[in-house]
């Protein structure tokens, strides 16, 4: 096999302010880097948190294939002389499919992560990571030339000048050329580190680019486009997956900082969010008079409409000589490569189809059409034979230049979106734009209560009757119960469905009884239209009914004579108007108002979305032996989706359409996916996705228009993979900016949602039928949206279990608490004495807040006052989009992913499934393991009083009277203060055992005695 010449290469720049672990206030640190079973060392840097190595460090990359799937780790340590062994520091850890080519290559700052979740890291390590293929370039384990000063177990790295290459950080640190004096010693190695890291420091002085703004990553041609990174450290990424910000030409101006600068003052137009696109529109309307053609006296008209390379042609008529059409043809202005238009009318024939007569318009002499002018009038046109001469036959016609604004757009045949092979019009009609509008969804409530009268068809025995109630596809069950004498039964259980507007399916219940396991007979049964139920909008009480149940079977006359009274039962029925259908994940819903038109608010702002174009997407099929794609563009908010043309053979596709919604609450989402259309090669295909993309509204600045360039990212089998790029161009402007800040006071879901609140099981089965009953609604669209698209833009299967996700949702708990535990270990370094200007300072602040208390609140609110104003300066100016460090996506195993689209119930081989399973028990026994520990705390504060070690409760006892006395004869400054003073205390007067509190608290019993 032929070694690759492929190489890994490593630049370890520096690191910044990492934790001192040497019990001096500082760290001997030096990286240890592992890759692909190749291990390398830098040289230890002595007594200094702010090292530069500018080390150069290469990896042989044996199979470039399994590239993806390798991770780089660095792992920082701090080394001990004294004892010869090593503190950890931090690690960074990088995908495989983070690495880009030399070219690309640029210095990142990444923050430190922990091992564990005890591990104590700070500061951030400076890497360049690339990909080169020189053959001059051996790895860095071939050199066995060492210098003396270093360790001989420590390969020589190859040193590097740091260039002009620009340098780019997630976050500012105020490194100042003060601080590192105090942290860098005298002496000639420091000395050169030192001018190396000020120089470093210079640069970074000249280049900085605050976090909230963007960084150049790499030149992109026009338009340009500037990179954006997201603004937590936590959520830093691969700069091939971050947003890029683009200044594109839209309505006639450019955007710049969010507003539109128009060249022309005049030039105005409603679609202002997209770039203006021309297109020639032939409007065929009908013939008349046509000459006859066939032996049989008739003629089969059909018209061809050509441009250049692009023809589209009308449907054909049987033996009709004044045939009628009304089809709208558009070709795209600058792919056109003619200035002739042919609107040709043929015979349909068996073997080749005969030549009727044509009409020819110079393209240069169409008039220009812009809306809101009226439609332009077809007029009548006189047929030309070969010869150029007039015949019998005329053909309406009307043709005109307009934009994507023109009302003819969504209906006409495209162009730019023709089928190579079939222009048939079904082909046609799924390639079409077309906004949709979901039905409005309503809760059914049926309360069974009881049945009376209830005949059994054997009479030797009592009835074991239950209730199924169906509607639809949607089935229910109360439990059985057994009839007594009286003949009847009580269950007094809700059932809850989900039903679209217009009702068209009838409730119907069914009372079965149980004859054996496995055999049921109906006992009666009910129909029940949905359009006679009382709908309510809030909990007051519907009155209920009674309903006679019809028997299954027929039963003679006489029979039914002798019987007085016929069976009933007791329900309670109501459409639910007060709740909001869930039929969307809750945590990306995009419409939260109630099912009852009467509740719904006024509008407060107008959402616009412009689809501009997308960029490098991959080949989802193969077309005459090479890859292509036939993308289109879904979009969903509310109860209207959107779908853009699909763009034939293009993988990089201009849609130019915009779309608006009104918005009703600025906490709802937008969402954008993009699809291949699977329904132009063979039947049954599915609809496959590329990617997706969500907007949050409530991230929005009003009025400011957001043009971003957003990755397309997906997560496959074999790992996260960008698809592709979608530009779009994003605007939420406000109506009424009282009512928008009026929305902030209310609750998010409506009132019946807190009123009478579902159970969690309950909210997943709703929410599964609705998605069905939107799905069957809009897949009788046409073109229609298939269930796969619903699905995907639904996140239907956003609550299945995910090892990654888990993963992902502690990580963001822990982010959250990081702000406790920083404060924790400033307060921890107060009590140490770290810093005694700092500590006396907060010793005089708190003396302060305990003589005057009433000071306190309005300290931290200033306080939060001034640190909001502070990070004004910093706020985001993007949207935000898919991240895959918070995901969890870059570095997640194989077989977690497997796992992860596995479908339910799972499919995988009874190893694999045990396998998997002992990994959850694993996993599960930790959690159990916290959660326990959590518990015992909990019940030694239990214990305190409850006597069930007596002679600790009796010392807590006393303990409590002695301080009511202490703290009834003295005022509480004192005690606070002393208490304050007493935490503060200086080392010196601090003991290394736990104290006497910690000690009492830890001996108290707990009930981990009695669990088996």
């Known amino acids: ?330 070709f795209a202005k600058e792919r056109m490569q003619a200035s002739v238009l042919e609107v040709v009318v043929k015979d349909k024939d068996l073997l080749k189809d005969d030549y009727v007569g044509f009409v020819r318009f110079d393209i240069n002499d169409v008039p220009l059409r812009v809306p809101p002018d009226s439609p332009l009038a077809p007029q009548w046109y006189r047929l030309e034979d070969k010869k150029g001469e007039k015949i019998k036959g005329e053909l309406m016609l009307a043709v005109w230049i307009g934009t994507q604004a023109d009302e003819a757009f969504s209906d006409a045949w495209h162009s730019d979106a023709a089928m190579p092979v079939d222009c048939s019009p079904a082909i046609s009609a799924v390639l079409r734009s077309k906004v949709y509008h979901a039905p409005r969804l309503w809760y059914v409530r049926v309360n069974v209560i009881e049945a009376q009268d209830l005949i059994p068809t054997d009479k030797t025995r009592f009835p074991d009757v239950y209730v199924k109630a169906q509607l639809g596809n949607q089935v229910m069950k109360t439990r059985p119960y057994r009839v007594s004498r009286t003949l009847g039964a009580v269950w007094n259980e809700d059932f809850l469905f989900v039903v679209a507007e217009p009702f068209e399916d009838h409730l119907v219940l069914t009372v079965e009884d149980r004859v054996a396991p496995g055999k049921d007979e109906i006992v009666g049964r009910t129909y029940i239209p949905l359009n006679t139920v009382e709908k309510r909008a809030d909990d007051h009480m519907i009155h209920a009914r009674w309903y006679n149940l019809e028997r299954p079977v027929i039963v003679d006359v006489d029979q039914l004579k002798r019987e007085k009274f016929s069976m009933r039962i007791h329900l309670r029925v109501c459409l639910e108007g007060g709740y909001h259908v869930l039929d969307e994940s809750t945590h990306y819903s995009s419409d939260l108002r109630p099912s009852a038109r009467p509740l719904w608010r006024q509008p407060i702002g107008v959402l616009e979305l412009g689809i501009l174009n997308a960029v490098g997407l991959h080949p989802m099929k193969t077309r005459e032996g090479r890859g292509t794609s036939d993308t289109f563009c879904v979009g969903k908010y509310g109860q209207k989706w959107v779908r853009t043309r699909t763009m034939v053979d293009n993988l990089c596709p201009k849609y130019n359409e915009q779309y608006t919604w009104e918005v009703f609450d600025p906490a709802t989402v937008l969402t954008v996916g993009v699809f291949d259309n699977g329904q132009l090669g063979e039947k049954g295909n599915r609809d496959v996705k590329i990617g997706k993309i969500r907007i949050r509204l409530s991230t929005l600045e009003t009025g400011r228009i957001y043009t971003h360039s957003y990755p397309l990212l997906v997560l496959h089998p074999t790992g996260v993979k960008k698809m592709g790029e979608l530009h779009m161009a994003v605007r939420f402007t406000c109506i009424s900016f009282a009512n928008m800040l009026y929305q902030y006071s209310k609750p998010l879901l409506p009132k019946m949602h807190y009123v009478r609140p579902f159970s969690v099981m309950q909210q997943d089965m709703l929410r599964h039928q609705a998605v069905n009953i939107v799905a069957a609604r809009l897949g009788r669209a046409e073109p229609p949206l298939r269930k796969e698209i619903i699905e995907f833009m639904s996140d239907t299967d956003s609550h299945l279990w995910s090892m990654r996700k888990s993963k992902a949702n502690f990580f963001r708990m822990m982010t959250v608490f990081s702000g406790v535990i920083a404060v924790g270990k400033w307060f921890s370094d107060i009590c140490s004495w770290r810093n005694p200007i700092t500590t006396v300072l907060v010793h005089i602040l708190f003396l302060m807040l305990v003589c005057l208390p009433e000071l306190i609140l309005p300290t931290m609110f200033l306080y939060m006052f001034l640190i909001g104003l502070w990070n004004y300066r910093f706020r985001p100016r993007y949207p935000p989009h898919m991240n895959t460090k918070i995901s969890q996506a870059e570095a997640v195993h194989p077989d977690e992913l497997d796992e992860e689209f596995d479908t339910f119930p799972t499919t995988r081989n009874p190893d694999m499934v045990r396998l998997r399973y002992d990994r959850l028990r694993s996993v599960a026994g930790r959690i159990q393991t916290v959660i326990g520990d959590l518990a015992t705390q909990g019940e030694r504060f239990q214990a305190l009083l409850s006597w069930r070690d007596p002679r600790a409760t009796a010392i807590f006892v006393i303990f409590c009277f002695l301080a009511a006395i202490v703290f009834f004869i003295t005022p509480i400054q004192i005690v606070v203060a002393l208490a304050g003073f007493f935490t503060m205390r200086h080392p010196r007067f601090r003991h290394r055992l736990p104290s006497v509190p910690v000690n009492f608290f830890r001996r108290l019993p707990a009930r981990t005695d009695s669990m088996l």
């Open 1 to 330: 096999m032929m070694m690759s010449n492929l190489k890994l290469g490593v630049d370890v720049i520096g690191a910044h302010n990492l934790f001192p672990k040497d019990g001096q206030g500082t760290s001997n640190a030096y990286v240890e880097l592992y890759f692909d079973g190749q291990k390398h060392r830098t040289t230890i840097k002595d007594r200094d948190l702010y090292p530069v190595w500018n080390e150069s460090f290469f990896f042989n990359i044996s199979d470039p294939s399994r590239l993806h799937y390798l991770n780089l780790e660095a792992q920082a340590y701090s080394h001990n002389r004294s004892t010869n062994g090593r503190s950890f520091l931090g690690k960074v850890s990088l995908s495989g499919t983070s690495f880009v080519p030399h070219s690309d290559a640029v210095v990142l700052h990444f923050p430190m992560e922990r091992r564990g979740i005890f591990s104590r890291v700070r500061g951030e390590l400076g890497l360049k990571v690339y990909i080169t293929d020189e053959a001059s370039l051996k790895s860095s384990a071939a050199s066995n030339d060492l210098p003396d000063n270093l360790d001989p177990a420590i390969p020589r790295a190859m040193k590097v000048e740091h260039r002009s290459d620009k340098r780019h950080v997630f976050y500012h640190l105020p490194n100042s050329a003060q601080e590192h004096q105090q942290h860098h010693p005298q002496g000639n190695n420091q000395s050169s580190s030192l001018a190396a890291e000020q120089d470093n420091h210079n640069e970074h002085h000249h280049h900085y680019i605050p976090k909230h703004q963007v960084d150049e990553m790499r030149p992109e041609p026009a338009p340009p486009s500037k990179l954006v990174h997201a603004h937590s450290i936590a959520s830093a990424q691969p700069a091939d997956f971050a947003l890029k910000e683009t200044s594109p030409h839209l309505g006639g101006g450019r955007v710049v900082g969010g507003r539109v600068i128009h060249k022309d003052k005049t030039a105005t137009s409603t679609y202002d969010l997209v770039e203006r696109m021309y297109f020639l529109y032939v409007r065929v309307v009908k013939a008349r008079e046509l000459p006859i053609m066939d032996i049989t006296g008739s003629v089969d008209p059909f018209v061809e409409v050509k441009v250049g390379n692009y023809k589209g042609i009308t449907r054909h008529f049987e033996k009709r000589q004044h045939p009628e059409w009304n089809q709208v043809f558009a």
